[in-house]
């Protein structure tokens, strides 16, 4: 069965230092993986994506991820934080021929001034 | 780009009533979603659809039901609303292909609050 786990539920960082947003997942088979971002009162909008192509996938508003096989890790990071980057910070992934995604729990992004 | 609209963004109920909630996409998509957010819980798949007048059970349909009669457009009904439906609505579309798998597309959400 497939799932995913977010390591850290609140991640704290100082504007302009970097970010590290954790994921494992677990998956029988290749699976999917996405970030989604969301800011208060608003929906979920899509950061980035991993189908199987390139293991480093770049996305929106500088972020990033790695797909580690080994580590069944999708760690998403950005080199600076912006203000504007606080929000809650989704891991979801899906198995192939799967119209459903699975969400983690979430990762809530704090930027200090 | 995909616009996914939610025809209330807060809505207020009284316990009793029957609630329904609207989406639409403008995307052609042949996927559709409905989810509920709470605090610590997460996203919860509500009920999702596959083409028009189809509909499946996601993880929490009970005290819900969904009508897809086009498929641009995909409704959520509380048949009898209870407090403990008070939640953040959140609607999805997808494309459906068979090979790799296609991201899901939000609205803004509907904050629906049973009193």
């Known amino acids: 069965a497939q799932s995913v786990t977010q390591l850290d539920s609140h991640v704290s960082v100082s504007e302009g230092t970097p970010v590290l947003l954790r994921c494992n997942y677990s998956s029988s088979y290749s699976p999917s993986l996405f970030w989604y971002v969301q800011h208060p009162n608003k929906g979920l909008q899509l950061l980035l994506k991993?189908?199987?192509?390139?293991?480093l996938v770049k996305g929106i508003n500088g972020f990033e991820a790695e797909f580690k096989k080994s580590e069944t890790s999708f760690h998403l990071t950005k080199p600076s934080a912006h203000m504007s980057d606080a929000a809650e910070y989704f891991c979801?992934?899906?198995?192939?021929?799967?119209?459903?995604?699975?969400f983690g729990q979430g990762t809530t992004l704090q930027v200090k001034p | 780009d995909v616009k996914v609209t939610q025809s209330s963004r807060y809505l207020v109920k009284r316990t009793g009533e029957k609630v329904f909630l609207e989406c639409v996409q403008d995307?052609?998509?042949?996927?559709m979603f409905w989810y509920r957010q709470d605090p610590g819980l997460g996203l919860r798949l509500i009920y999702f659809s596959y083409d028009v007048k189809m509909k499946e059970k996601g993880d929490i349909p009970e005290g819900y039901s969904v009508s897809r009669e086009k498929k641009e457009r995909f409704s959520l009904i509380l048949e009898s609303a209870s407090t403990n439906q008070t939640s953040m609505y959140l609607c999805?579309?997808?494309?459906?292909?068979?090979?790799?798998?296609?991201?899901?597309?939000f609205g803004d959400g509907t904050r629906l609050s049973i009193l």
């Open positions: 979801v992934v899906s198995e192939p021929g799967q119209s459903k995604l699975i």
């Open positions: 991993y189908t199987s192509a390139a293991t």
């Open positions: 999805a579309s997808s494309l459906q292909t068979g090979g790799g798998n296609q991201p899901q597309h």
């Open positions: 995307m052609d998509h042949e996927n």
